[in-house]
């Protein structure tokens, strides 16, 4: 199945862990930028079929790929001033760069790439700034078994803040982390078929528009995943997925220990 990556955003809240004009998939965890370890997971279950929405910084993105540099992190041997590659990274994949608006929100983006899937009544979709060990496989059978239009992966809510209750005189009646809520928020993998496109305007949005209007008919699946999950909304949480990569803790990375789902809580990465 093709894969469309979401790329082209603004990243404010990286600014300051990035230069000015590197999108937020092009932040660095470990040796490889986010987007490299989300087109990795994909990869590994047989998905290498990329299209790129790009927008804001798409030349930092476009010049990683056009200089990809395979020794970074495969095995090789050096003979007589040559490299000889034990392994590799991208060589079967095809990538499509996709130059879809700087201002453009996500439904958009997917709308001008519309032509590149075509036709494929199925297709995957990510923001191309999460990682997880979600068991893709098994959300991709779940879907095509249903009559829906899109899923969307769910996870609990990630915030480490309280919800205070009160009373009409001001006391507090209880507290409850918000982590312990029955909330589920949106995990940004989708899995969708033609018939989101139905549902998306012009200058529409994936999920405000797209997946609430498949919702409301009933059309719309989710797949709850309580494994890991991290987002990179903050330096603080990209910084933490750095950290844990260089210590070996990285289990989104389902490449390297087969395919294994590794049930991790999500709160482990960055914990204190």
Same mark, same amino acid.
């Given at each position: 199945?093709?894969?469309?990556?979401?790329?082209?955003?603004?990243?404010?809240?990286?600014? =300051?862990?990035?230069?000015?004009?590197?999108?937020?998939?092009?932040?660095?965890?470990?040796?490889?930028?986010?987007?490299?370890?989300?087109?990795?997971? @994909?990869?590994?279950?047989?998905?290498?079929?990329?299209?790129?929405?790009?927008? @804001?910084?798409?030349?930092?993105?476009?010049?990683?790929?056009?200089? @990809?540099?395979?020794?970074?992190?495969?095995?090789?041997?050096?003979?007589?001033?040559?490299?000889?590659?034990?392994?590799?990274?991208?060589?079967?994949?095809?990538?499509?760069?996709?130059?879809?608006?700087?201002?453009?929100?996500?439904?958009?983006?997917?709308?001008?790439?519309?032509?590149?899937?075509?036709?494929?009544?199925?297709?995957?979709? =990510?923001?191309?700034?999460?990682?997880?060990?979600?068991?893709?496989?098994?959300?991709?059978? =779940?879907?095509?078994?249903?009559?829906?239009?899109?899923?969307?992966?769910?996870?609990?809510?990630?915030?480490?803040?309280?919800?205070?209750?009160?009373?009409?005189?001001?006391?507090?009646?209880?507290?409850?982390?918000?982590?312990?809520?029955?909330?589920?928020?949106?995990?940004?993998?989708?899995?969708?078929?033609?018939?989101?496109?139905?549902?998306?305007?012009?200058?529409?949005?994936?999920?405000?528009?797209?997946?609430?209007?498949?919702?409301?008919?009933?059309?719309?699946?989710?797949?709850?995943?309580?494994?890991?999950?991290?987002?990179?909304?903050?330096?603080?949480?990209?910084?933490?997925?750095?950290?844990? @990569?260089?210590?070996?803790?990285?289990?989104?990375?389902?490449?390297?220990?087969?395919?294994?789902?590794?049930?991790?809580?999500?709160?482990?990465?960055?914990?204190?």
């Amino acid at each position: 199945m093709k894969v469309v990556l979401f790329c082209g955003g603004y990243g404010m809240r990286m600014r =300051n862990g990035t230069s000015d004009d590197v999108p937020k998939p092009m932040a660095m965890v470990g040796p490889r930028p986010l987007i490299w370890h989300v087109m990795r997971y @994909y990869a590994h279950f047989g998905h290498k079929e990329f299209i790129l929405c790009l927008g @804001y910084g798409a030349h930092h993105i476009k010049d990683f790929f056009l200089n @990809y540099e395979e020794t970074t992190s495969n095995d090789f041997v050096l003979r007589g001033g040559k490299t000889e590659l034990l392994s590799t990274d991208i060589a079967d994949w095809t990538i499509t760069f996709a130059q879809t608006g700087i201002e453009s929100p996500i439904g958009e983006r997917l709308r001008r790439v519309r032509h590149h899937l075509d036709g494929d009544e199925m297709f995957l979709a =990510n923001y191309a700034d999460v990682l997880t060990d979600a068991p893709l496989p098994e959300m991709i059978d =779940n879907f095509a078994r249903r009559d829906a239009g899109a899923s969307m992966t769910v996870v609990p809510p990630q915030s480490s803040f309280h919800c205070v209750e009160l009373g009409e005189d001001g006391l507090v009646g209880g507290i409850t982390a918000v982590s312990d809520m029955p909330l589920w928020e949106n995990g940004g993998y989708f899995v969708l078929r033609q018939e989101v496109f139905d549902h998306i305007p012009e200058n529409g949005d994936l999920v405000a528009d797209g997946c609430a209007q498949l919702a409301k008919q009933g059309r719309l699946v989710a797949h709850q995943h309580r494994g890991f999950w991290k987002p990179t909304d903050t330096v603080k949480e990209r910084a933490a997925l750095d950290e844990a @990569y260089t210590r070996g803790d990285r289990p989104w990375a389902v490449w390297e220990h087969g395919g294994t789902v590794a049930r991790v809580p999500a709160s482990r990465v960055g914990a204190a």
